[in-house]
């Protein structure tokens, strides 16, 4: 992989880091764009910034912007979940409406859709307000993603393509995360059946090969760096070429160590490790 690949930088893990002042580490890191969470944009316009004066910034500093991450309040049970759930209030803050609205007004071309509250719904429930967040999001060109979680109630991507499938949306894709992948134990022969087209976001990360006992607190704090842990990465890049995904590849590393550290310090080997991985991926064949 060349550095004029698009290679991306997850915004989650540095929702402790104000937008603009993420924006000169990620270029000179490597990267060549972002994303964006909603309350990025939500807390520049409160104080006073245009959302098309935030994309300008972004676009100064030689960065693309990639998706908003994420809807998280777009199921039936999602307003009535307990507020016992990790983040409950944040995520009942992000509707589809909110958020698709915030990434046309940015220009983002598409929009993540999580469940991390753990509710319950058939696949006819979940289908549905796939649909509609699809159907929202269509007239703005906004393309919407389902990122699967292991211990969400979307755990895998068997469950989130039979989604996706149902919902019928032209618009509608998957995020796929190489954590979720491997830790839900999803099926590289599935994916080598999905349409590349439909991988709308790709996200790389690596972890060690004994899973915690808690899948929540090691996504959050236990990733690491690609080649640095015990994930097949190059198959996973290779099946999404032979596939013909075309999607963004960013970087997303939630760690408590690498949260010590200056951003700029943190992630200064996250795209030459993810290209070096991308290039073995793409040079040799170990399935």
Same mark, same amino acid.
């Given at each position: 992989?060349?550095?004029?690949?698009?290679?991306?930088?997850?915004?989650?893990?540095?929702?402790?880091?104000?937008?603009?002042?993420?924006?000169?580490?990620?270029?000179?890191?490597?990267?060549?764009?972002?994303?964006?969470?909603?309350?990025?944009?939500?807390?520049?316009?409160?104080?006073?910034?245009?959302?098309?004066?935030?994309?300008?910034?972004?676009?100064?500093?030689?960065?693309?912007?990639?998706?908003?991450?994420?809807?998280?309040? /777009?199921?039936?049970?999602?307003?009535?979940?307990?507020?016992?759930?990790?983040?409950?209030?944040?995520?009942?803050?992000?509707?589809?409406?909110?958020?698709?609205?915030?990434?046309?007004? *940015?220009? #983002?071309?598409?929009?993540?859709?999580?469940?991390?509250?753990?509710?319950?719904?058939?696949?006819?429930?979940?289908?549905?307000?796939?649909?509609?967040?699809?159907?929202?999001?269509?007239?703005?060109?906004?393309?919407?993603?389902?990122?699967?979680?292991?211990?969400?109630? *979307?755990?895998?991507?068997?469950? #989130?393509?039979? *989604?996706?499938?149902?919902?019928?949306?032209?618009?509608?894709?998957?995020?796929?995360?190489? /954590?979720?992948?491997?830790?839900?134990?999803?099926?590289?022969?599935?994916?080598?059946?999905?349409?590349?087209?439909?991988?709308?976001?790709?996200?790389?990360?690596?972890?060690?090969?004994?899973?915690?006992?808690?899948?929540?607190?090691?996504?959050?704090?236990?990733?690491?760096?690609?080649?640095?842990?015990?994930?097949?990465?190059?198959?996973?890049?290779?099946?999404?070429?032979?596939?013909?995904?075309?999607?963004?590849?960013?970087?997303?590393?939630?760690?408590?160590?690498?949260?010590?550290?200056?951003?700029?310090?943190?992630?200064?080997?996250?795209?030459?490790?993810?290209?070096?991985?991308?290039?073995?991926?793409?040079?040799?064949?170990?399935?």
């Amino acid at each position: 992989m060349t550095h004029d690949v698009p290679l991306g930088l997850s915004a989650p893990p540095f929702a402790h880091v104000p937008l603009l002042e993420r924006l000169v580490p990620a270029r000179d890191a490597g990267f060549s764009a972002i994303s964006l969470m909603p309350g990025d944009v939500w807390a520049l316009e409160s104080a006073g910034m245009a959302a098309p004066e935030i994309a300008a910034r972004i676009a100064d500093h030689g960065l693309a912007l990639m998706e908003i991450d994420c809807t998280a309040c /777009w199921l039936p049970g999602h307003r009535a979940a307990s507020d016992d759930v990790p983040m409950a209030s944040l995520l009942r803050s992000l509707t589809p409406e909110r958020v698709v609205e915030t990434a046309a007004r *940015i220009g #983002a071309p598409s929009v993540t859709a999580v469940e991390m509250m753990g509710v319950d719904m058939s696949l006819d429930e979940a289908a549905e307000a796939f649909a509609y967040i699809c159907d929202i999001a269509a007239p703005h060109g906004v393309k919407v993603h389902i990122e699967f979680l292991p211990f969400g109630g *979307i755990p895998d991507l068997a469950s #989130a393509w039979a *989604i996706v499938q149902a919902a019928g949306r032209p618009n509608g894709g998957l995020t796929l995360d190489s /954590w979720h992948f491997f830790r839900s134990g999803s099926d590289f022969d599935l994916l080598s059946r999905i349409p590349g087209s439909r991988i709308h976001t790709v996200q790389i990360n690596d972890a060690p090969a004994q899973a915690e006992p808690d899948l929540f607190h090691e996504t959050m704090n236990g990733r690491l760096v690609p080649g640095q842990g015990s994930f097949n990465l190059t198959r996973f890049v290779r099946t999404l070429d032979q596939i013909g995904s075309t999607a963004p590849i960013s970087i997303e590393i939630f760690s408590q160590t690498l949260n010590t550290m200056p951003m700029a310090e943190a992630i200064a080997s996250w795209a030459p490790a993810a290209r070096a991985i991308i290039r073995k991926a793409r040079e040799t064949d170990d399935r």
